[in-house]
T-cell receptor, first 114, second 111 residues
């Protein structure tokens, strides 16, 4: 079946611009996660959505980052006033059920801030 | 504090079995062993997980020692497409959802 999809696959933007990254989770998965992975760095947790519960935003690095999940499915990660240090691969994952389930990752969005 | 230890790299011949070790000597009784891999420029891919019994699926086998302090991921017939970084992690299946990967093992499958 279809896996997690993300768009765009690549994004180049200028410093100070806003960007929106989209994630379509696997159908039927109620939990959705955002991570980022910088060059040569490990996985950095950003935010977790589970059903109608309040999201865990503890990993968002600054108030320029926000995310929403509409209708319990598609999620959008927004970065306002992008900075060069925001350049990274942004990964979305989803799982069936809650936090104890196996997470399946999308292909990622490669963001480059010039 | 690293919960798992893996060799930084290993080579494998195409068509042969690849055996990837992982040490997790401080694993707790309620922690599962998970394996993911990440092919260059792609997102992490789930491979397999287990608690204490050996597990097998269409991708790989997971052998966990009786004391659970180490495990081995086996790719039975490695292909060039298996070249990737392989990550072994341990996690509790209860609110332990912030995954983090260590350096992993870079596996290069050679023709």
């Amino acid at each position: 079946g279809a896996g997690v999809s993300q768009s765009p696959s690549n994004k180049v933007t200028e410093k100070g611009k806003d960007v929106e990254l989209r994630c379509d989770p696997i159908s039927g998965h109620t939990a959705l996660y955002w991570y980022r992975q910088s060059l040569g760095q490990g996985l950095e947790f950003l935010i977790y959505f589970q059903g109608n519960s309040a999201p865990d935003k503890s990993g968002l690095p600054s108030d320029r980052f926000s995310a929403e999940r509409t209708g319990g499915s598609v999620s959008t990660l927004t970065i306002q006033r992008t900075q060069q240090e925001d350049s990274a691969v942004y990964l979305c994952a989803s799982s069936f059920g809650g936090s104890s389930e196996t997470q399946y990752f999308g292909p990622g969005t490669r963001l480059l801030v010039l | 504090d690293a919960k798992t230890t893996q060799p930084p790299s290993m080579d494998c011949a195409e068509g042969r079995a690849a055996n990837l070790p992982c040490n997790h000597s401080t694993i707790s009784g309620n922690e599962y062993v998970y394996w993911y891999r990440q092919i260059h420029s792609q997102g992490p891919q789930y491979i397999i997980h287990g608690l204490k019994n050996n597990e097998t699926n269409e991708m790989a086998s997971l052998i966990i020692t009786e004391d659970r302090k180490s495990s081995t991921l086996i790719l039975p017939h490695a292909t060039l497409r298996d070249t990737a970084v392989y990550y072994c992690i341990v996690r509790v299946l209860n609110n332990d959802y912030k995954l983090s990967f260590g350096a992993g093992t870079t596996v290069t499958v050679r023709a």
